[in-house]
């Protein structure tokens, strides 16, 4: 079969500019230049690549950025009334902070100090359950991002089974609701696997739409694939290649040379799901600053 490649580059670059244009005119008429605020703790390789991304686009589309950087050291009170200072600063209109922090700080409590408000990332509890039930709320990056790839290439989920692989509070928990939700971009059945899931193949073969989320180099092999499924692979890993100048390549959940032949469409990795979600970080940012959810 012929694949076609969910290009999330390709569609992420189309919506900066969409962003970059609205807020050109947002400016251009007196209003106020969106600002996310970024806090990072610690010298983590991936961290710091991803939060230098986040910074790097928020200047694409014309956003301001501030990062708040802190040594592995810092106290769960200092970084606590961090936190509460950005709260209650008017000027910043999202925040965000770099996952995984330190073991002695307790990640529940660092999400729950955010201003849902400003919670532009979609983790907190307030947001997290208004958009289970519905209700206008900041939508997690990698959730909203493949959403939206899936809808941009019109591709239907309404009565279709998609099998989600990976019951994470940041992606497949989400995305997972989402897709189960009745809306146009949902309306799916969904079937939420994990590593406590018995016959995993015999489920994935029955999916319309596999999204893999586990975390496990190239984990999902044809022989678990219907053919003319699509197939979006969220994992990303890094491994060593003699082939580029870097030493190392970035991989995914899914074993692509191999599965994608059977499938409809695909997402590469890179280039698929990781873009997508810097640039719904970007949208909810955007959102935040024209109070469109909360006042
Ligand atoms: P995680 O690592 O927190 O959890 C993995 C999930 O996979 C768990 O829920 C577990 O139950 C499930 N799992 C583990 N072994 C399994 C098995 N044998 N069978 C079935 N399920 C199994 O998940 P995460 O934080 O969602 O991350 C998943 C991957 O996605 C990682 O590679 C991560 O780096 C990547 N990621 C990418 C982006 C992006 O923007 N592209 C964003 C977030 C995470």
């Given at each position: 079969m012929s694949y076609q490649l969910l290009n999330g580059k390709e569609i992420s670059a189309q919506i900066k500019n969409e962003i970059a244009e609205e807020v050109k005119q947002i400016i251009a008429t007196g209003g106020k230049q969106p600002h996310l605020a970024a806090i990072l703790v610690g010298t983590d390789g991936a961290s710091e690549t991803y939060v230098a991304g986040k910074v790097k686009s928020c200047k694409q589309v014309g956003f301001k950025s501030s990062l708040f950087r802190f040594n592995n050291s810092v106290s769960e009170d200092e970084l606590i009334s961090k936190i509460k200072e950005i709260n209650a600063?008017?000027?910043?209109d999202g925040l965000i902070v770099q996952l995984?922090?330190?073991?002695?700080?307790?990640e529940n409590k660092i999400i729950e100090t955010i201003d849902p408000k400003k919670d532009v990332d979609g983790f907190h509890p307030v947001n997290i359950g208004k958009m289970t039930i519905g209700l206008p709320a900041y939508i997690s990056a990698t959730p909203k991002g493949i959403s939206e790839l899936l809808k941009r290439n019109n591709i239907?989920?309404?009565?279709k089974h998609c099998v989600v692989i990976g019951r994470s509070n940041i992606v497949g928990k989400p995305v997972s609701i989402l897709l189960s939700q009745k809306n146009e971009t949902g309306n799916a059945t969904v079937t939420l696997c994990h590593s406590?899931?018995?016959n995993l193949k015999e489920i994935t073969l029955q999916a319309d739409i596999i999204i893999a989320a586990?975390?496990?180099?190239?984990?999902?092999?044809?022989?678990m694939i219907k053919e003319g499924a699509v197939v979006v692979d969220v994992g990303i890993h890094r491994v060593k290649s003699d082939k580029t100048k870097s030493g190392w390549k970035l991989k995914g959940d899914v074993k692509f040379d191999e599965v994608a032949p059977k499938c409809s469409y695909i997402t590469p990795?890179?280039?698929?799901v990781g873009p997508m979600t810097i640039v719904s970080l970007l949208q909810n940012t955007l959102i935040a600053s024209k109070k469109e959810i909360y006042k």
């Open positions: 600063d008017d000027n910043i995984p922090i330190p073991e002695h700080i307790s239907e989920t309404s009565g406590r899931t018995k586990i975390g496990k180099l190239e984990f999902v092999t044809a022989d990795v890179p280039g698929g």
